[in-house]
Every structure is written in C-alpha cells, then in structure tokens.
C-alpha cells in the first residue's frame, strides 16, 4: 500500500463531521454526520461488491465471501466531542483498503471476511461506550438501552426510529466468526519511543476502567449576599473531588480525569444548588481501580460534611481488564514483526474478546494526542497499517 493510495480514500472521509474552526469531529452516534458515514460505508462496499448487514443494534458489516469460516475486522465511525479524525475511522478506511491489496494479490477467503462498524463506541451521545458492540454481543441489555437518554432527552429508541432502524430488533447479533482484528490509531506514544519504536504494534491487554457519575447537591444562593461562612457550595466539593482524583491516581499509578461537568444553573452569579461531573478512571490492575475510585468516593464524601453538601457516587460503565488471545497476539505479532503493547483505552475489540479470539494492530501517533484535534498519523504509518492488516486477514482468513 502506498501512502498517496491511504490518502485518496481517507480524504472521501475527512470532510464528515469535521468542525473547521476547531478541526476537530463531532460524530455522535445516529447524528447527521455519522449517517453520512454509514452512507460513505455503503458506498465502499457496494464498489467492492461487498454485501452490508444491518444488525438491530446499528452495527453494520460488509461481508466480501460467503459461508464459513469468517474473520472480521473494522472499527467504529462515531467520535468524542471535538475529537480526532483518526481513532476509529482509522479501522474501517484501512480495512477496505486491505480487501483491495489482498485482491490484488490473487487472494481470497476461504470463507468469508466482514467489515464492521460498530455504533456509539465513544459513548459520547448516549454514556454508554462500546454501545453497539456491548448490544451486539449482549453484554447490555436492550431493556436497559432503551432506557438512555441524550444529553437533549431524546432516547435511543427515537434516535434509532428517526434513523430508520427498528428500535424493537436490540439485541445479540454476533455472527459466527473465527476471529476479530481491530485496527486502530495508537493512543499514547509507546511506537514513538524507546523499545517499540515501530509504525505498527500489536495489543497485549487493556486496562480495567470506568466511568463513575458524581451528583454533588448544596443549596442555590446568591454570590454578592452570600456570607462566605453560610454557603453550601457543591462546586467547592467538587474542586476538592478533581484534587483528590488526581492525587490519588499519581499515587498508584493509575489514570484519573474529570472531563465533563454539568453545573445548574451554570449563572456567573449564583452558588450553584447542584453540580453532576463524570470521573473517567483507569488503571493497569482492577483492585488498584477499585481502590482510587473507593478512595475518591471517601475523600469527596468527608468533604461534603465540611462543606454542608452531599454526594452520591454511581458507576455508569465499568469495564474489567481485557487480556487478549495469547495465541493470536503471539501469531499475529510474529507474522508482522511487530511490538507488543498494553492500552488504557477502551475499545469494541476488548467486548468482542470476551466471545471471539481477537488481535488488536495500533499505527503509530508521533503526537500521542488522541480524542483531541491534534490525534495524528502519517499516510505512511496509515499505508503500513493497511500492509500489516492485509497480511493479518491472508494468515487467519485466505485459502
Ligand atoms: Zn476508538
């Protein structure tokens, strides 16, 4: 694969979803812009004669063979608020470019290979990351889908309505297949330095991580009539609560951040009566992430005593840690030459291991910076990526 090919057909994409005062993506899940992308899908996969399957879950798969076995590949469109043009499309813009290599090599599969695009990974519409795939594999319940909402109120099954999906068809949807290989832009700089300097690396595991709602209540005031001594200020409680995240993430080595706040009434001029914030947190051991997140919880509960508030803690999305298939990592890391490396990300590879044996390739990001505007890769990386995709899929799926 050569670089000017990855970027002819990586630049169809770039225009979708793009803010260009910001230059970063705004693809929320069913949004306008990740309906084009369904479209920009369709429309690569019908140019390659390819048959696409919509599950009830908003997962989609172009399949190129038909019956068994199968091996599938691809990765999820949708983005965080602001994010990089990379993490996600990466997978799927790769993975039709290595069904045009592996034809042109005269290969084919001995079954048949899928593209997949998984909906709502970021959870960024609907909190629930790995959203279709988590449905897909049955990790979720429908029932309890059904139940989210979006930031404006609209619910899943709406959003599913009014993008001509079946609200009524959520559910297990994962087809019989031999293996998953998820491409995907590295999120940190481990390619970039030191021993795993290479363009493309292969994942060993991923770190337990969840996200954890904090509902901080007090009492609305005034901000000029306010005695400072008579305030039950929730926002002060929750400054504490992101001290206290950090602290105790650097302590054990673990990762903590408080991305996403919610104040009511968010006036300039008003003590706020209550204030919700999300802690994303992460770390390479599950009793490690316990801890940090037992040891938050404590320290923001002692401290709404002080400050005459009150906090309630509740995870909404915990995932344990994801070991992936010793054997295919170890095939597919030798096929391609390629370094083993660990993740702090999430990612519809990690639900789908739970099922199926599966094989994560990062492509170097020499920026490290991933769900931000600044989420990097060079064509040539991106056109390595492709290379080692395709030979991955001849290995496990080709006559
Ligand atoms: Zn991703």
Known sequence: MTPERFRALWSSLLPIGLDRRTGGYFRYGWS???????????????????DVAADGNGNLIAWWGSGGPAVLTGSHFDSVPNGGAYDGPLGIVSAFLAVDLLRE????????????????????????????????????????????RDGDGVSLGDALTKAGA???????????????????????????TGEHTAPVGVASAIWPHGRWRLDLTGEGNHAGTTRMADRCDPMLTLSYAILA??????????HATVGRVEVTPNATNAIPPSVSAWLDARAAQAETLDGLVEAVAAKVTERAGRDGTSVAVTAESVSPAVEFDGGLRDRVAALLRAPILPTGAGHDAGVLSAHVP?????????????????ERATDADCAAGVTALADVLQDLACR
């Open 166 to 192: 079946d609200p009524a068809r959520l559910g297990p949807s994962l087809p019989a297949v031999d293996a998953y290989v998820e491409l995907h832009v590295e999120q940190g700089r481990l390619l970039s």
């Open 32 to 50: 306008d812009a990740d309906l084009a992308c369904r479209e920009w899908f369709a429309e690569e996969a019908a140019d390659r004669g390819m």
């Open 358 to 374: 599966t094989a994560m390739l990062f492509v170097r990001n020499p920026t490290g910076v991933s769900h931000a505007p600044a």
């Open 105 to 148: 090599r005269g290969a084919a599969p001995a079954g048949r290979i899928g593209i997949a695009a998984f909906a709502e990974e970021e959870g960024a519409r609907f909190g629930v990351a790995c959203l279709g795939s988590r449905l897909m594999t049955g990790a979720l319940a429908p029932e309890r889908a059904l139940a989210l």
């Open 245 to 254: 995240a950090n602290k105790e993430a650097r302590l054990r080595g673990a």
